[in-house]
């Protein structure tokens, strides 16, 4: 019986991405031959079972910022994780700041520590101004370094981003598993293939490296294309999206909506990603969730798993993200006279459930 503990600093209550793509892998693998428990962060200390998985939370209040609550919480997790630390032997954890918690103490425990990184995080820290300096960029490279060699398994979402490890610490090239952000087969709930307009849709976060501004500055050329469209912007962000895409009109609705599990088929899906080599390396949730509805992808160059899937399956149109808004309306219309009613499907080694397998094969051969 392999007793795994899933781990991470976030609220899934919270955070859509960290629930679909940490809990629903944690539910996928639950067997006769596994216990599985979930240790996150919630509103409040907790310890609760739902659909045959243990879940132990420790209290959070504070996001983003530094105070007396923050510090509060982090000690107070210790204190629930060392209970938990000896009643498992595989912890799985997800992204750099849980392993950077709490990996150090497994690893001294002698328990399996398999760390499934989502990305880069000090690069996305650089990139996106929070950090600055050389000195630091060195410290946080020496602690990531650290980080890959106190782990058993490495889990990277791309070839790239494998390969930026395997540079780093070339030790550890055996111990590294990509498995990309795979989207679960759902049932198509409705699809708007069969109208006159150009429906375009928007999934996720209005945070800046997702390019809300772009999206709308390409929707407002197509206005003055000629080009009959609706954008259905789901976001959890109303406020900053009524903010950014009002200026649409009627051209426009925002709403809130679980795309990932209720799926709709529309034209195309903006996945535009700006930024430096943690965009680069990166796989967006969503690229794959819009394939699996059938819908094509419009996507920027710049990510390179992105521009490779796009051009090899013709998942849709891949577009220099420093284009002009204009040019990019104008790729946009040139496409759809050919490929607008054009249906996508999803190929088998992409799609969540092998991503789970994967992962189900590695905590076999630990």
Same mark, same amino acid.
């Given at each position: 019986?392999?007793?795994?503990?899933?781990?991470?600093?976030?609220?899934?209550?919270?955070?859509?991405?960290?629930?679909?793509?940490?809990?629903?892998?944690?539910?996928?693998?639950?067997?006769?031959?596994?216990?599985?428990?979930?240790?996150?962060?919630? @509103?409040?200390?907790? *310890? %609760?079972?739902? *659909?045959?998985?243990?879940? !132990?939370?420790?209290?959070?209040? &504070?996001?983003?910022?530094?105070?007396?609550?923050?510090?509060?919480?982090?000690?107070?997790?210790?204190?629930?994780? +060392?209970?938990?630390?000896?009643?498992?032997?595989?912890?799985?954890?997800?992204?750099? #700041?849980?392993?950077?918690?709490?990996?150090?103490?497994?690893?001294?425990?002698?328990?399996?520590?398999?760390?499934?990184?989502?990305?880069?995080?000090?690069?996305?820290?650089?990139?996106?101004?929070? +950090?600055?300096?050389?000195?630091?960029?060195?410290?946080?490279?020496?602690?990531?370094?650290?980080?890959?060699?106190?782990?058993?398994?490495?889990?990277?979402?791309?070839?790239?981003?494998?390969?930026?490890? $395997?540079?780093?610490? #070339?030790?550890?090239? &055996?111990?590294?598993?990509? /498995?990309?952000?795979?989207?679960?087969?759902?049932?198509?709930?409705?699809? $708007?293939?069969?109208? *006159?307009?150009?429906?375009?849709?928007?999934?996720?976060?209005?945070?800046?490296?997702?390019?809300?501004?772009?999206?709308?500055?390409?929707?407002?050329?197509? +206005?003055?294309?000629?080009?009959?469209?609706?954008?259905?912007?789901?976001? $959890?962000?109303?406020?900053?999206?009524?903010?950014?895409?009002?200026?649409?009109?009627? /051209?426009?609705?925002?709403?809130?909506? @679980?795309?990932?599990?209720?799926?709709?088929?529309?034209?195309?899906?903006?996945?535009?990603?700006?930024?430096?080599?943690?965009?680069?390396?990166?796989?967006?949730? %969503?690229?794959?969730?819009?394939?699996?509805?059938?819908?094509?992808?419009?996507?920027?160059?710049?990510?390179?798993?992105?521009? &490779?899937?796009?051009?090899?399956?013709?998942?849709?149109?891949? !577009?220099?993200?420093?284009?002009?808004?204009?040019?990019?309306?104008?790729?946009?219309?040139?496409?759809?006279? %050919?490929? $607008?009613?054009?249906?996508?499907?999803? #190929? *088998? /080694?992409?799609?969540?459930?092998?991503?789970? /397998?994967?992962?189900?094969?590695?905590?076999?051969?630990?």
């Amino acid at each position: 019986m392999k007793r795994i503990l899933f781990l991470t600093h976030e609220n899934l209550d919270k955070t859509a991405v960290s629930k679909a793509m940490f809990e629903d892998i944690a539910h996928n693998l639950k067997s006769n031959r596994t216990t599985i428990t979930i240790f996150s962060a919630s @509103d409040k200390k907790s *310890e %609760k079972e739902k *659909e045959g998985i243990k879940y !132990v939370t420790f209290k959070r209040t &504070s996001y983003g910022a530094m105070s007396f609550s923050a510090l509060s919480s982090l000690i107070n997790s210790y204190f629930i994780f +060392i209970k938990v630390l000896t009643k498992n032997d595989i912890f799985f954890y997800r992204s750099y #700041p849980t392993i950077l918690m709490f990996g150090w103490l497994s690893w001294i425990c002698g328990k399996k520590n398999i760390f499934d990184t989502r990305g880069l995080f000090f690069e996305e820290l650089f990139d996106s101004g929070k +950090i600055n300096g050389r000195f630091l960029r060195f410290v946080f490279r020496q602690i990531e370094k650290g980080l890959l060699k106190i782990s058993h398994s490495i889990i990277a979402v791309t070839e790239a981003q494998a390969n930026y490890y $395997k540079m780093i610490v #070339p030790s550890i090239k &055996s111990n590294i598993l990509v /498995n990309p952000n795979g989207a679960p087969q759902r049932t198509i709930i409705s699809s $708007k293939m069969n109208s *006159e307009k150009l429906e375009l849709v928007y999934v996720g976060s209005l945070v800046k490296w997702h390019s809300p501004e772009l999206v709308k500055d390409v929707c407002v050329n197509l +206005i003055i294309l000629g080009v009959d469209f609706h954008l259905t912007v789901f976001t $959890k962000d109303l406020n900053k999206a009524f903010d950014v895409f009002s200026v649409l009109g009627d /051209n426009v609705t925002i709403q809130t909506h @679980d795309y990932r599990n209720k799926p709709i088929r529309f034209h195309y899906g903006f996945c535009f990603i700006s930024g430096g080599l943690s965009k680069d390396v990166c796989f967006p949730v %969503k690229f794959l969730e819009y394939v699996q509805s059938g819908t094509k992808v419009i996507g920027s160059s710049n990510v390179k798993i992105v521009n &490779s899937l796009i051009n090899e399956f013709n998942f849709g149109i891949s !577009v220099p993200i420093d284009s002009s808004s204009y040019e990019l309306a104008k790729k946009l219309k040139d496409d759809c006279t %050919k490929n $607008k009613n054009r249906v996508i499907s999803i #190929p *088998e /080694n992409l799609t969540f459930e092998q991503q789970s /397998n994967n992962i189900k094969t590695l905590l076999e051969s630990l």
